[in-house]
């Protein structure tokens, strides 16, 4: 397989000065069991921890939507970061699942907070989509300086056939959002890498909805709107093909797998997390997990679990991150805390 449009990292002298200024999450507040998603998927509870690690998961209320989740998010983050809403310059908003297919759902966000001087828009990279607006946030502040607002959100409940226990089981709704903005001495986004592999996209697909395939009466019924996954496929996508990736970008960056202090990956799941970073030379005391507590929440799941861990990271330690997802995609990023 061939990988597809690279996108270097780009020199240190253009991301010196460029952090994360306050982190935020939003998790709905219905806890999903694994008992409530057995039955319908055709296994039992303990096979689905077994298989995924993944003990429950939230679903956002049949009142909210991918943008309700992000406006929350985006307010914890505003405001663990001490900056006004009207003080952005840009809004950007990875998900897979926007409230509408028009307009963008940081629109809708940008309108909640009251962001009236903010660009904003949507970018979809799937479940690496947070990393890929986090280096699109960085090089607009490299640019132009000011505050960007980056958010990761999905609501893949949504989208899931209950009856498909390739993915009925692994998902949750969620939140995460970042302020970037100027910082000082070395800390900060160090360097960013986003990959894409297009030989590969049938592995993670929604086919109807879109021009392709316009969303009618049959297309409903022939279940083209449910979210879709080649979970064998995606396996071996991640195990092949992300550690490489995640080496190369280390070596390029000039760092060691041991000066990484913590390790954020997409949260894809638990067991395959777990496969995953012995491979790239990193202790487990390293890895932070949330997927067990959240299951997979798609774009979301990389700043849910960052915000979380943020409290466990010491000032000056280095922070790999690590997305991998539909596309097929990569985003990684290094930041130094």
């Not at 949507?122 to 960007?148: I, P, Q, T």
């Not at 067990?292 to 774009?299: I, K, L, M, V």
Request: with cysteine; charged share 20%.
């Amino acid at each position: 397989m061939t990988m597809t449009l690279p996108a270097p990292s780009l020199p240190d002298a253009l991301t010196t000065g460029i952090g994360t200024l306050g982190w935020g999450a939003y998790l709905p507040e219905r806890l999903v069991t694994n008992e409530e998603v057995a039955h319908p998927a055709g296994v039992d509870a303990g096979w689905i921890e077994r298989k995924t690690g993944i003990r429950h998961r939230r679903r956002a209320a049949p009142h909210e939507a991918a943008s309700d989740l992000a406006t929350d998010a985006a307010r914890t983050a505003l405001a663990q970061a001490g900056v006004r809403a009207e003080d952005l310059t840009a809004i950007v908003l990875a998900t897979s699942t926007p409230d509408h297919p028009q307009p963008p759902t940081a629109c809708l966000v940008q309108e909640r907070l009251g962001a009236v001087s903010a660009a904003a828009f949507d970018l979809n990279a799937v479940c690496s989509g947070f990393v890929f607006a986090l280096g699109v946030g960085r090089d607009m502040l490299a640019a132009a300086g000011g505050l960007v607002l980056v958010i990761g959100v999905d609501v893949y409940s949504r989208i899931l056939d209950p009856a498909d226990r390739k993915t009925a089981v692994l998902f949750g709704d969620g939140a995460g959002a970042a302020v970037l903005g100027s910082v000082t001495g070395d800390r900060g986004v160090r360097s960013v890498r986003l990959l894409s592999s297009g030989t590969e996209s049938q592995l993670i697909r929604v086919p109807a909805g879109g021009s392709r395939i316009p969303a009618s009466v049959d297309s409903v019924r022939a279940g083209q709107h449910w979210f879709t996954m080649d979970g064998r496929g995606v396996r071996s996508f991640v195990a092949e093909r992300v550690p490489s990736a995640l080496a190369d970008f280390l070596a390029d960056a000039g760092v060691a797998p041991a000066e990484v202090r913590h390790l954020v990956t997409h949260q894809a799941n638990g067991r395959m997390i777990d496969e995953l970073f012995p491979r790239l030379g990193l202790p487990s005391a390293v890895v932070h997990q949330s997927v067990q507590r959240y299951g997979n929440t798609g774009a979301a799941s990389i700043p849910i679990t960052l915000a979380e861990a943020a409290p466990e990271i010491a000032e000056g330690d280095l922070v790999l991150l690590a997305g991998f997802g539909g596309g097929m995609a990569m985003g990684f990023a290094l930041l130094r805390w």
